[in-house]
């Protein structure tokens, strides 16, 4: 990627990204930026080979940067505050108990009455499965820092890489984070096995080549280690049901659109095995995507709290224990 600040775009037609094929079947046409609203309309396509998903032409490596100002809103830093409730005791508690993580421990009995719950829970927030001294985590594309912020709390030797330069200053010298390195992962080298653990949050769809990037991260993790990542889903109900304006689609910066089953074969491709899919309960992106559709007395009827807290939510868990929510989350290990 680019520097953010480009004055302009040139956009290039490529094969497939995951099998290499060049035959491919129209699925959304003229999409726009609904994110940042810069100009220009995109094509997602199908490869008519292995049904995986692209937008297709795309913005090119050295222009794309157009498409991320440094207003976007991922790279806007947020306060995180210490917890101390109930919940935050319970989680440590968890954690301690049943991934090894040397934190305070509650009597086993609340392990017994609230951990059918909360152990989703903790991997809806990418807690690794396990915990050892001096083990390192590495973030791709980490933003501002706050996941690395949060896991250094909890134990890790954090590492992080970023494109946008304010944020990584702002992971650096605002946070502390001084292992944030600024640039994409093919910029840097690391040895092969130096992590115990990957993290990528919603990125794997922005980069230009996917599969180099899974494979080298499979190369960075030790024999034992793993990689966590969280992707939009092309084949949730949302997509289907929103199309062009379904709120994670968010061309043209997402490249690349998964599927269940494509993200399994793009990750058993480069030698990792998903060990399990949790798929996310994520009421706000109908919203937006109803919003998106211009349908605001949708979006307002659905962001009214009875509505969201008890008709929207029961839907889209319903929607997620059938695969069929906007977003996933792959816990993923060496085969």
């Avoid at 109803?290 to 009875?306: M, W």
Wanted: net charge neutral; proline share 5%.
């Amino acid at each position: 990627m680019a520097e953010s600040q480009l004055e302009t775009y040139e956009m290039e037609l490529v094969p497939c990204t995951l099998c290499g094929g060049e035959s491919f079947t129209d699925c959304i046409t003229g999409a726009k930026d609904l994110y940042n609203h810069l100009n220009g309309e995109f094509n997602v396509m199908r490869c008519d080979n292995c049904d995986f998903v692209l937008t297709n032409p795309r913005p090119t490596r050295e222009t794309i940067g157009y498409f991320y100002p440094d207003s976007t809103g991922y790279y806007q830093p947020e306060t995180i505050t210490p917890k101390t409730t109930m919940k935050e005791r319970i989680l440590q508690s968890l954690l301690a108990n049943r991934h090894g993580y040397q934190l305070p421990r509650l009597p086993k009995i609340v392990d017994a009455l609230v951990g059918w719950y909360w152990h989703t829970k903790i991997r809806l927030n990418h807690f690794p499965d396990f915990w050892r001294p001096e083990a390192r985590l590495m973030d791709i594309g980490c933003a501002w820092g706050r996941y690395l912020k949060i896991m250094q709390g909890y134990g890790w030797d954090v590492h992080g890489l970023e494109f946008n330069q304010q944020a990584v200053d702002y992971a650096r010298n605002e946070l502390g984070l001084t292992n944030v390195r600024q640039g994409m992962l093919e910029d840097h080298a690391y040895d092969d096995g130096f992590f115990d653990v990957v993290h990528m949050s919603m990125v794997l769809e922005h980069l230009h080549e996917p599969q180099d990037a899974l494979a080298k991260i499979a190369r960075m993790i030790k024999p034992d280690g793993q990689v966590i990542l969280s992707v939009p889903n092309f084949a949730s109900y949302e997509r289907e049901k929103f199309d062009r304006y379904w709120y994670a689609l968010h061309v043209p910066v997402h490249l690349n659109h998964f599927t269940p089953v494509t993200l399994r074969q793009a990750l058993d491709d480069v030698g990792l095995r998903a060990t399990r899919i949790i798929h996310h309960k994520t009421d706000r992106d109908i919203i937006n995507s109803a919003r998106n559709a211009g349908n605001e007395r949708l979006a307002s009827i659905l962001k009214c709290s009875p509505v969201r807290n008890i008709l929207l939510r029961a839907f889209v868990s319903m929607l997620a224990r059938r695969g069929r929510s906007g977003r996933m989350t792959v816990y993923a290990c060496k085969k």
